[in-house]
């Protein structure tokens, strides 16, 4: 048995034979470690466990087939980031709406809504009486940290009913910020959250509560839903759940089990502690861990183990919460309790994601996770007094040690609802059965009695924690069915090939390094083979000889392999040309590092990974290549990606078969088999999904979104690539400086991993990775590296170490060390004898985009470039952030070790550092890049490089790219001369680059526009008078005229000028063009204001010699344009193709058959009617076969009296007195919106060009006509019929139409550092903008032609002199304000700003509103363009103090204007002469088009009866109206004029979509928290030139006033009323009852009926009148709520909500409180038709009627009827009851009295005689209830009374009257 052992044994056959004394199952247990090679498979008795090692399976050579590919390169891929910057905190708004809460739990309650977000907390206002409160309130909270941390957070809100003292949870809902933020749009609109009771989840749902939870970061986008009608929703399908979840989530445990932990510092850094070590001295771990686990806002924590670093708890955390949960980490925390205070040791977060699957089917797995270690890192372990890096063992940043690991298991059990019992409990209660009369081999004696304890105790309190969410700790017996683990050793040994650009405060001790795998070779830890005592504990089952394994078994692997994990101290020299870094000679002798450490047999779970990360790297490189392609080249591309495509099928379907083919393995946890099998499925629906692009059956994909598909898979390989449970823990190299440890690099131990199968080994191992070594902890900024280190690591299980020297690079002597002779250890050092010489050529050419580092907003840069041991620095070129050095630097007699060929496949790197020279003080860092040189050996021919870029970092931060290439050239044996020639230096010694690298210059014209400068902010204290723009180019540049004075004129008064430069024909390496705007002052001096860098020049490439209207122009609109045109006749009918106007075209699928009006018809609702007859037919009769002239008759707008006449009639939902205003205009279009996004959702799946934030009107095909006609006919009956509409964008104008760029750009000018703080949002670093706009093209031969006339960039550009203006702003209405006040609310107000012109609308605040309509308009007068930038702004309101600015915006109005969208006035969909929607522009349609066909240069407008031409397009359509009044016709082309303006992008060439009449939604944003929304304006603007004839007057948007009503309610009978109270004398069951009734919201109000004492039946008779007066808004359906919040409230608060009547029955007590009987809730805008009887009022029907079945009160006016009374959804009762609904002055007409009272009186009840009070008659109350029962037993009982006294008497007497007798009668 021995044999094959040895065999396999290889390197390390030496192994002592003292082994063979342990007892066989150790030699088991280690020839399993050696089996794993698999190469002799001899059957051994015995090994029969061994097959679950699981190694063979992978190591089987036969199972993938030998691919063939390259051998293995030497040195790792090139990385040129350096590092990963800091994880930085960022700020963070969560903003919460609670809109209403239904189905509430619990009788006659007061609910009050509490957000709980971390320790911050806020509530709601209560709400009576009621289970269904309405609040509509809004809350913000702020948060500032990292998102790691922030997203743990969770998210409480509970429902409470209020008391005054203590109030009652009713339900809770919680879920983490993560889940929300993962959310599209990171945010949940409009869902019910479920609410539970923690305390009982047997209870199950304690009602709904519908709310928004939004939480956005820094320049996230919020975008606004349309909030959903509020008819019925149906609460189940929109629950607050994340896609893809069931809406029944059933409860489920959550078990957390803690087995053991091994290998915890033995030190704790409390101070008692460290002066108990100094008494004590070390032999005790001073160390007391116990485990913290936290999930959803639980905690639960284990024991303490005293005095212990190798704990074993066996206790678990059970969590109740309801599956899938919304929380996703469990955070495991080790502590160590300190007698003062418990330090935490380190930290582990588990992401349920990545142990579970959410799908459905077979393929989802519930939350499971091993037994499995987990290691834990932190700080470093070093026994100071204070731990520096505390934070780092609480889970913030990079843990920079190993502390540790722990043996963890997670599983969930669902609770009820699945049938199937989970393994897990059945386990368990198994164990709890036998663990009473268990003998306790498993436990130590002490642990049986509490086990039994425990056990014994457990019934009693089962029963209450069970139900309850509280976390519940309790021990466990290990089951059975665990196997106990098998370690392996594995060899870690390390090269060292270069150690430089060590840190000079470093480099003056001597340095040496230190390698470590867990505590395996960490010297100062004293760890060493600290491992193997667990190892022989859990080989042995039982506890005997604890003693006799830690000596036999810790001492043999010592004698097998020395630990060698550092290497020799070595003094660092000085780097030649660079003072700041120190290097080790390690020149020919690099130094070597091994040593073996156990592990458990779990390396399949790395393999697995790193298949996949492989896949995942090679996808992503070759996605690159593809983008770099694509910039070269049209065909490859598209070739490029397929066969990239292919290949990945091909790896998928490799790794699908090896994994199909896995056999049993014993050490497999449930999460592993399960991972796999997700592994393999997601990677066959990915090859699936990938194979559908390559043969596009479906459709034509672009090559873009071929890359976009191919990047997710990326992402989904990437996220299963990282493995939840750990084995073998990261390696950490340690740079120690005098035997102190001073920077480090962490490499995760999968990357090191060796297998012989190629696809399964570690992307680093056996080749030689460049590590930039960091300090731990929390780095400043700058430059972090501490030292370069060139280091060749291999980590594999020893069966294998036959091949740790497989990769090095070839040339070396293996050294041994002369302690140990013999061959069989890994190399004490490397020998490279052969050395040859070099120079290295660093052409540095040029760098673009770099970061700021001066106060001017520019930087001084210049380069140090390292290679090895020598550094050299290009000059500094000052002032500019595009630097072109043109400079060669030159290494000589570097002298490199080893093969030459070696040296040229793969040569050392060189590191390229960016710095900004200073005067005073030190450079500042700007960014770093790393590169590899080009090598040419001495025998091979020279072939000049190309220049490329090289991306630069800092930190995090993408630093420009740098233009550069670096040749390695081999000295041949006749010396330099033998090399490539150089060009000369000029006179500073500078080598230029060679003109054979640098890029091929050809002859450019750069033409600039120069419009003006805007916004300029004080520079040096002085405000900018006289700027100045410079632009430059590769060296050559213009300058603009110097304004004279700004502040009356900021346009420059020359506007174009050119210039020409030598640009590269690669159009790639074309330089960056740079804008400076200096300003001049006093005595000639200039001060630099403000820069642009404009980083690629494509935007502004123009093709030569044709002349263009602009550069920006070819819009995406115009491609799809021409091909439609193409394809019809230009006859009439090409009129008909009316493509929606606010969608960029996308491929129509028939074109010809393009419904005429699908698009018309959903754009402006319904728009044109025919005058016939007001049926909708014609609007959807398909193109074809419809001839035009009555397509067209549906064009005619109406003139307005006749419409409004008409519409007056047809209105049923807005009561008749309504007049159609601008509001009408606005809900219209609001309920358009809505319903085109409710429809959308299905269109836009196909149709994924649909911009996301667009609603989309789509063009419907031919057949789909019918359905379609069908639905509109539905849609319609609830809507005003016809009225005209408007747009209702959801962001700002500027984002639907491209900025208003399309004449000219605006470029924001910097000034002032960027540095990484302020990232990417550069508010405060702007101090101006500069527009103008700039075409590049190559230089015609003969220029004489091109300067003649105006430069092409001028044409059609406007003249830019000043205009005059006058301005009207609209501001309709704000939302999602953030609150200003404490009490959570805003009182705002607008200011408007223009110029030197500030308009304050302070009186007209709104009090206490979140969400206000403000619905002003305001008038400026402007001069363009002094006056172009509008700030509206809107403050908070306050009595005492200043008032606080909520927020602002912006507008350009000068962009505007000048654009060619036209956005000076938007155009309206129909066009009218009075009324609502009266032409408001100045010009009327046909001016209009007249004036664009001029501007344009095109041929018309003809205008013809019934048609109008331009150029060869006829446009035709109703130009004939008849007045209503008098019959005459009129003839009027405005209808037609304003039809062709709308379809304006049709028209080829010059065609562009014009701003239709609309309304934007804007962001309001803060200074102070920059990129956060603090709300948003919905307002519109209106410009209008004053040398056009003047406007009419502004349209009337002021907020609609509610209008007054009065519902009169007569509570006329009661029926089958449930009995409360009991008789005492009968037992019979009677109530006194009454009803309650008021509006919600109007609680104040609340009226009561007289009580019908003593209904025997349940029947009251009241006859009794409510008058509740209201206001109402009939257009948004709302009652608005007018009243003083508190009784301190200064001002009343308006607030809106729907109208909802509430009647309750209530039983009359005298002396205790009544008793709620039950109550009816009734939405008075739809409640379900009453019944006519008592007997067919059924509350089953009346909850789930139909939207057919109900009925508004505001249509029917009067109603009346039975209604059912409830309680806890249980009928208690019926009502009969009349409403009656007049509005104010109707009331004041007729007035009715309240209760019975005059005027029109109510008769009074008709009551049985049963019916008073005991308390105010109780005559009455004895003859009812006493007499009328009772009546025959009171006359017997009285007979008998008489009878009974008749006998008393007679007895009493008679003795006397006898005796009397006798003595008489004798």
């Known amino acids: 048995m021995e044999k094959p052992a040895k065999a396999k044994k290889g390197m390390f056959g030496k192994l002592k034979k003292k082994k063979n004394k342990a007892e066989k199952g150790l030699i088991l247990a280690n020839k399993a470690a050696q089996d794993r090679q698999g190469e002799a498979e001899a059957p051994e008795e015995g090994s029969s466990h061994q097959e679950g090692l699981g190694g063979d399976l992978i190591y089987d050579d036969t199972s993938i087939p030998p691919v063939p590919s390259a051998p293995p390169k030497r040195r790792s891929k090139l990385l040129t980031k350096i590092h990963d910057g800091e994880v930085r905190s960022q700020n963070y708004q969560i903003a919460i709406t609670i809109t209403e809460a239904r189905q509430l739990v619990g009788e006659n309650i007061d609910p009050v809504v509490i957000i709980e977000i971390g320790d911050e907390k806020k509530q709601s206002t209560v709400k009576e009486g009621t289970n269904s409160p309405f609040y509509n309130e809004y809350f913000v909270f702020d948060f500032i940290g990292p998102q790691v941390h922030l997203f743990d957070k969770i998210i409480k809100i509970s429902v409470f009913h209020h008391k005054l003292i203590g109030s009652i949870l009713i339900g809770a809902f919680k879920v983490d910020l993560g889940t929300v933020y993962n959310q599209p749009g990171h945010q949940f609109c409009d869902k019910w959250a479920l609410l539970t009771d923690p305390g009982d989840i047997r209870t199950g749902t304690k009602g709904y509560l519908k709310c928004d939870i939004s939480v956005i970061g820094k320049g996230d986008v919020l975008k606004t839903n349309p909030k959903t009608p509020d008819a019925e929703e149906q609460i189940e399908k929109n629950l607050l759940i994340p896609q893809g979840f069931p809406s029944e989530r059933p409860w489920a445990r959550f078990y957390v089990r803690l087995y053991r932990a091994e290998g915890l510092p033995k030190m704790n850094s409390s101070i008692m502690a460290n002066v108990t070590k100094a008494f004590v001295g070390d032999s005790k771990d001073l160390v007391d861990p116990f485990v913290e686990v936290s999930f959803a806002g639980q905690m639960g924590r284990t024991t303490v183990q005293k005095n212990c670093a190798d704990p074993v708890w066996h206790e678990q955390v059970v969590f109740k919460e309801m599956f899938p949960p919304l929380c996703r980490r469990v955070k495991i925390q080790v502590w160590d309790e300190g007698s003062m205070n418990d330090v935490a040791l380190a930290t582990h977060f588990i992401d349920l994601k990545k142990i579970s699957n959410e799908q459905d089917g077979d393929k989802g797995f519930l939350p499971t996770f091993g ?519 030159l290494f000589n007699d570097l002298v490199l070790h080893g093969d030459h060929k070696e040296l040229a496949d793969s040569p050392p790197l060189v590191v390229v550092e960016l710095y900004d020279s200073d005067a005073v003080g030190k450079p500042e860092y700007l960014g770093a890049t790393v590169a590899a040189p080009v090598v040419k050996l001495a025998d091979q021919d020279y072939e000049a490089p190309r220049l490329s870029y090289h991306p630069i970092f800092c930190g995090n931060l993408s630093g420009g790219d740098l233009l550069a290439v670096f040749e390695l050239l081999q000295v041949p044996s006749s010396g330099l001369q033998g090399l490539p020639p150089i060009d000369p230096p000029d006179v500073a010694q500078i080598y230029p680059v060679p003109a054979s690298i640098r890029p091929v210059l050809s002859k450019y014209r750069v033409e600039v526009l120069f419009w003006g400068v805007r916004e300029m902010k004080k520079v040096q204290l002085l405000s900018v008078d006289r700027p100045q723009v410079l632009i430059e180019c590769g060296g050559r540049g213009v300058k603009s005229c110097v304004i004279q004075s700004y502040k009356n004129n900021p346009n420059f008064s020359i506007q174009a000028d050119a210039f020409e430069v030598e640009l590269p024909e690669n159009e790639l390496l074309h330089p960056p063009l740079s804008i400076c705007v200096v300003d001049w002052r006093a005595f000639g001096r200039s001060t630099l204001v403000g820069t642009y860098t404009i980083n690629c020049l494509k935007q502004f490439l123009c093709k030569s010699r044709e002349p263009l209207t602009l550069p920006s122009q070819v819009d995406g609109t115009q491609v799809g344009q021409d091909l439609l045109i193409a394809t019809e006749p230009s006859g009439p009918l090409s009129s008909f193709q009316e493509p929606p106007t606010d969608h960029i075209y996308v491929d129509v699928e028939p074109p010809a058959t393009v419904v005429p009006d699908a698009a018309q018809v959903q754009q402006a609702g319904l728009v044109d009617v025919p005058d016939s007859s007001p049926m909708l037919k014609p609007e959807h009769t398909p193109a074809a076969q419809e001839p035009p002239k009555d397509g067209r008759a549906k064009d005619a707008r109406k003139s307005c009296r006749k419409s409004t006449k008409r519409r007056k009639r047809t209105i049923a939902d807005e009561s008749a007195e309504n007049v159609i205003d601008w509001w009408s205009k606005y809900y219209a279009s609001l309920k358009k919106a809505q319903k085109e996004q409710e429809r959308n959702p299905k269109e836009k799946k196909g149709n994924a060009e649909a911009k996301p934030d667009d609603i989309v009107v789509n063009i419907e095909e031919g057949p789909k006509k019918k359905k379609d006609k069908l639905l509109r006919k539905k849609v319609r009956e609830d809507e005003i019929p016809n009225l005209a509409i408007l747009k209702i964008y959801d962001g700002d104008l500027e984002s639907e139409f491209n900025n208003f760029e399309d004449w000219v750009k605006t470029f924001e000018l910097f000034r002032g550092k960027s540095t990484e703080d302020d990232h990417g949002l550069d508010g405060d670093r702007v101090i101006g903008k500069f527009k103008g706009s700039f075409c590049i093209y190559k230089s015609p031969e003969d220029s004489s032609t091109e300067d003649r006339g105006q430069l092409r960039i001028q044409q059609g550009i406007p003249p830019n002199h000043p205009v005059k203006v006058l301005i009207r702003v609209y501001v309709v209405a704000a939302f999602n304000l953030s609150p200003a006040d404490p009490d959570g609310k805003s009182d705002p107000y607008i200011v408007v700003k223009l110029g030197k012109t500030e308009i304050k609308d302070r009186d007209k605040y709104i009090p206490k509103q979140l969400n206000p309509v403000f619905g002003r308009s305001f008038e400026i007068q402007a001069t363009f363009p002094k006056e172009s930038l509008l700030s509206i702004l809107i403050y908070d309101h306050d009595m005492i103090g200043t008032d606080d600015l909520i927020g602002e915006t912006r507008i350009d109005l000068e962009n505007r204007f000048y654009s060619k969208h036209r956005a000076i006035c938007g155009l309206q969909s129909q066009y009218e002469i009075e009324g609502y929607n009266a032409w408001r522009d100045a010009s009327k349609p046909t001016e209009i088009l007249t004036k664009l066909c001029k501007d344009n240069k095109l041929d018309g407008p003809y205008f013809g009866p019934g048609k109008i031409r331009i150029g060869n397009q006829v446009f035709s359509g109703k130009t004939v109206f008849t007045e209503e009044d008098t019959d005459e016709t009129v003839e009027s082309y405005e209808h037609l004029a304003l039809k062709v303006l709308h379809s304006w992008s049709d028209i080829p060439e010059v065609g562009c979509r014009l701003v239709p009449e609309h309304i934007e939604t804007r962001p309001l944003y803060h200074k102070d928290k920059p990129g956060m929304e603090q709300g948003r304006l919905q307002m519109w603007v209106d410009m209008f030139p004053k040398d056009m004839p003047q406007p009419g007057p502004p349209v009337d948007i002021s907020p609609r006033q509610p209008k007054g009503y009065e519902l009169r309610v007569t509570i006329w009978n009661t029926e089958d009323v449930i009995l409360e109270d009991e008789n005492i004398f009968t037992g019979q069951k009677s109530s006194d009852i009454y009803v309650k009734g008021w509006i919600k919201g109007l609680e104040d109000d609340k009226q009561e009926t007289d009580v019908h004492y003593n209904s025997l039946t349940g029947e009251g008779n009241f006859n009794w009148r409510f008058l509740f007066p209201f206001q109402y808004l009939p257009a948004e359906k709302q009652m608005v709520i007018t009243k003083r919040e508190n009784i301190f409230s200064l001002e009343k608060m308006e607030c809106k909500a729907p109208a909802v009547l509430v009647l309750q029955v209530w039983d009359f007590e005298r002396l205790s409180s009544d008793d709620f009987l039950g109550s009816l809730e009734m939405n008075l805008n739809s409640f379900p038709r009453a019944a006519k009887s008592a007997k067919a009022c059924d509350l089953t029907k009346f909850e789930n009627a139909s939207e057919e079945n109900k009925i508004s009160i505001f249509q029917q006016k009067r109603v009346r009827g039975w209604w059912p009374f409830a309680k806890s959804k249980e009928l208690t009762g019926k009502v009969e009851a009349e409403f009656h609904l007049v509005t104010a002055e109707e009331a004041e007409k007729n007035p009715v009295g309240k209760a019975r009272k005059e005027p029109e009186p109510l008769a009074k009840p008709n009551r049985p005689d049963t019916s008073f009070s005991w308390f105010v008659s109780p005559f009455k109350c004895l003859y009812h209830l006493i007499w009328k029962n009772y009546k025959k037993y009171i006359i017997i009982a009285f007979i008998l009374i008489i009878l009974i006294i008749f006998l008393v008497l007679f007895i009493y007497t008679l003795p006397g009257a006898i005796s009397r007798k006798i003595v008489v009668g004798s």
Not at 464 to 493: A, M
Not at 594 to 609: N, V
Not at 855 to 879: N, R
């Open 371 to 889: 037994p499995a270690w987990i290691n834990l890192y932190g700080s470093p372990r070093n026994h100071s007094l204070m731990d520096d890096y505390q934070e780092l063992n609480e889970g913030f940043g990079e843990g920079v040690s190993f502390r540790g690991r722990i043996l963890v298991e997670i599983a969930v059990e669902i609770l009820s609802g699945g049938a199937q019992e989970s393994k897990f409990s059945k386990a368990l209660k198994d164990l709890k059965l036998s663990s009473k009369d268990k003998d306790s081999k498993s436990s130590k004696g002490s642990n049986k009695d509490k086990g039994d304890k425990t056990d014994d105790a457990k019934p009693q309190q089962a029963s209450d924690k069970t139900n309850s969410t509280d976390v519940e700790v309790e021990p466990f017996d290990v089951p059975p069915e665990i196997v106990p683990e098998k370690y392996e050793e594995f060899l870690l040994f390390g090269a060292f090939f270069e150690a430089t650009m060590i840190d000079r405060k470093i480099g003056d001790k001597p340095i040496s390094f230190e390698v470590s795998i867990g505590n395996f070779g960490n010297l100062i830890d004293g760890g060493s083979h600290h491992g193997s005592k667990k190892k022989s504990v859990e080989s042995a089952e039982e506890d005997t000889l604890p003693l006799l394994h830690e000596g036999e078994r810790g001492a043999a692997p010592e004698a097998a392999i020395p630990m060698v994990s550092t290497t020799r101290p070595e003094k660092p020299l000085v780097t030649q040309g660079n003072r700041n870094y120190n290097y080790l000679p390690f020149e020919a002798k690099k130094p070597c590092v091994y040593f073996t450490s156990s592990w458990g047999d779990q390396t399949f779970r790395l393999y697995w990974s790193n298949m996949l990360e492989k896949m995942a790297d090679l996808l992503e490189e070759s996605i690159e290549e593809v983008k770099a392609l694509v910039k070269v080249s049209e065909e490859a591309p598209e070739e490029k990606m397929k066969t990239v495509l292919d290949d990945f099928i091909s790896q998928s379907s490799a790794f699908i078969s090896e994994a199909e083919k896995k056999p049993k393995m014993l050490n497999q946890t449930t999460l592993d088999k399960k991972r796999l099998t997700l592994c393999w499925q997601e990677l066959e629906a990915m090859a699936k999904k990938a194979k559908g692009i390559i043969q596009q059956q479906k459709k034509k994909l672009s090559l873009d979104e071929m890359i976009h598909e191919a990047q997710i898979f990326v992402e989904k390989i990437r996220f299963l690539v990282d493995e939840p449970q750990h084995t073998i823990p990261d390696v950490f190299l340690w740079m120690l400086s005098n035997n102190k440890r001073v920077a480090y690099a962490r490499i995760a131990a999968k990357d090191l991993l060796y297998s012989p199968v190629r696809e399964q080994m570690g992307k680093y191992c056996g080749t030689i990775k460049t590590h930039f070594l960091k300090l731990p902890g929390k780095r400043p900024a700058g430059w972090l590296v501490q030292a370069k280190v060139d280091v060749y690591l291999w980590l594999g299980s020893t069966g294998h170490s036959g091949a740790i020297l497989d990769n090095l690079p070839a040339g070396y002597e293996a050294e041994m060390s002369s302690a140990v002779a013999g061959s069989s250890h890994p190399p004490a050092s490397l020998v490279y004898q052969d050395r040859h010489v070099f120079q290295l050529r660093a052409h540095m050419y040029q760098a673009r985009g770099l970061i700021a580092a001066d106060s001017s907003g520019l930087s001084d840069p210049f380069a140090k470039v390292t290679f090895l041991s020598h550094c050299q620095t290009t000059k500094v070129i000052s002032q500019t952030l595009s630097p072109t050095w043109n400079q060669m630097l």
